[in-house]
């Protein structure tokens, strides 16, 4: 019988942007030393998310594993424009190293760096390399879905749909998958009304805003069942304002 997943609440609040969560509950006993580097990964990257750059790169030292290092590097790199040519240097020279550069993690933070700069191709050609099956599912998710988003901003939605087909198949119903499908139908079809509707339900659901959407869906679909709704809430809640004043 398959060993229980200890992380597999911390991953999803971190996958679903819910941050905050991510880090109040990263407690999580008995990890192995691979498993509690990777919560260490996720909740620094919940505080870079957060804009708490300084936080991460003051509390990883030196002596810290790989995976964390490339962490920090990300930190480093979002804090300040006058960081970037010197971290991107330095994660070229990781990625060169044969003792480190095939670490996954790494090659994710590359991915994500490269992503940042725009330069499409050098972040495919690190996501893209030691993809194989022997890793952690999830970390090989990881990377398809950091595909997805490449390939969304390049505008090649026929390879954004490959890539979410190969993620299907490692698993249908991983949050990252799901999460790959709604970025997709959102790309291809901006205006599809249940993609819009799902947005709204999944931004209330994680305390974001929603109007930009539910917005969206009252110009292109006024007689959808969500914009009714929507729009009976606000009349009620107008008529409880007139009777008290």
Not at 24 to 44: F, G, I, K, M
Not at 56 to 64: G, K, R, W
Not at 85 to 106: K, Q, R, Y
């Amino acid at each position: 019988m398959a060993a229980p997943d200890l992380l597999f609440g911390l991953r999803n609040n971190f996958y679903l942007g819910a941050y905050q969560a991510a880090i109040n509950n990263s407690d999580v006993p008995n990890l192995s030393p691979d498993d509690a580097v990777e919560r260490d990964c996720l909740v620094y990257r919940s505080y870079i998310a957060l804009g708490s750059y300084q936080l991460v790169i003051n509390e990883i030292d030196s002596s810290a594993a790989t995976p964390l290092q490339a962490v920090k590097l990300l930190a480093m790199y979002l804090s300040s424009p006058t960081n970037k040519e010197t971290t991107i240097s330095s994660l070229h020279e990781w990625l060169g190293d044969p003792a480190i550069g095939n670490n996954p993690i790494l090659r994710l933070i590359a991915g994500i760096i490269f992503l940042h700069e725009q330069d499409y191709n050098e972040a495919l050609k690190h996501t893209n390399v030691g993809g194989t099956m022997d890793l952690f599912e999830v970390r090989v998710n990881r990377r398809h879905a950091l595909n997805v988003q490449i390939f969304l901003k390049m505008h090649r939605s026929d390879y954004a749909e490959k890539q979410l087909r190969v993620m299907q198949q490692i698993d249908e119903d991983h949050t990252l998958t799901q999460l790959a499908s709604a970025w997709l139908n959102l790309a291809v079809d901006a205006k599809d009304p249940e993609t819009l509707a799902n947005l709204v339900v999944c931004s209330l659901h994680l305390g974001k805003p929603s109007s930009r959407y539910l917005n969206q869906l009252k110009l292109s679909h006024p007689d959808h069942m969500l914009v009714k709704r929507s729009s009976s809430a606000e009349e009620s809640f107008d008529r409880a304002v007139q009777t008290i004043a």
